[in-house]
């Protein structure tokens, strides 16, 4: 692969307090998943974040998620279908006009923690998340695990779907991530990860946590803003995929 996404879940601020270093992420990444303000962020922290991007020529995309602010979106709640489409509507166009105040847009979504994970087997949540974004734009794409049912569901409603692999989250060996619960989950080796990247960006492949291989696919690689050390393993996964003559280029 001559070129790869990498993007990072940026916006997030608990009580008016940014979770991560946004403007040093920005510096690395091509994507930035913008949070909402459902699971983290506030109006202004959000709109900081979003011109700051702009700024950089990054691409924004909204980071919807579940109304669950207090355990920063990374529990499931088991919403009515209608709902969930009518929230996720809300904070994509929410997200697009604080873009297009600074000369932006949306032009992807992701959604985040629970409900990312929920995405990839619950198909009454997958569907809402996709009524949601056809009610927004039926162009803009949506950035999922490959495999899950979400994205099967998407390119049937005529959506892109654009598949990720994660640089520092464990896997199981059926492709799923590894849930946070688990001491496990987070991979905080820098030359782990470096490693990790350059399998995915040059194989398609990342390695499970019994040591089996997995095929990704990846157009975009994520690393996690909100981290221990983000910074230092954002800017060690640019250097990592510069190194390997991968560049590093939105897919939108």
């Known amino acids: ?43 202004h922290g959000i709109s900081a974040t979003v011109s700051q991007a702009a700024a950089r020529g990054v691409t924004i995309g ?13 529990r499931f709640i088991d919403y009515d279908p209608k709902q969930l489409a009518d929230e996720v509507l ?32 619950n198909a009454e ?9 056809r009610a927004f734009s039926r162009s803009v794409p949506l950035l999922l695990l490959p495999g899950s049912i979400a994205a099967e569901l998407a390119v049937k409603a005529g959506l892109q779907v654009i598949t990720e692999a994660f640089a520092d989250r464990n896997y199981n060996p059926d492709g799923t991530l590894v849930s946070r619960s688990e001491d496990d989950a987070v991979v905080t080796d820098i030359d782990a990860v470096r490693s990790r990247v350059i399998e995915m960006a040059t194989s398609g492949t990342v390695t499970a ?10 157009q975009s690689i994520c690393v996690h803003g909100d981290s221990p050390g983000a910074v230092e393993m954002a800017k060690a996964i640019r250097e990592a995929l510069d190194e390997a003559g991968v560049s590093v280029t939105s897919f939108a």
Not at 20 to 41: K, P, Q, T
Request: proline content about 5%; some cysteine; charged content about 20%.
């Open 125 to 133: 949540h997958a569907q809402a998340v996709i009524d949601g974004l």
């Open 1 to 43: 692969m001559s070129s790869i996404d990498v993007n990072s879940d940026l916006g997030e601020s608990v009580a008016g307090i940014p979770v991560g270093d946004d403007e040093a992420i920005l510096d690395v990444v091509s994507s930035a998943n913008v949070a909402c303000g459902f699971h983290a962020g506030s109006p």
């Open 62 to 74: 909204a980071h919807p998620a579940y109304n669950d602010p207090s355990g920063f979106g990374r």
């Open 90 to 121: 809300y904070q994509i166009g929410a997200l697009d006009a604080i873009a297009r105040s600074h000369g932006s847009e949306v032009r992807y979504v992701k959604p985040h923690g629970a409900l990312y994970n929920a995405l990839v087997r």
């Open 209 to 218: 946590r019994d040591g089996s291989t997995l095929r990704v696919d990846a």
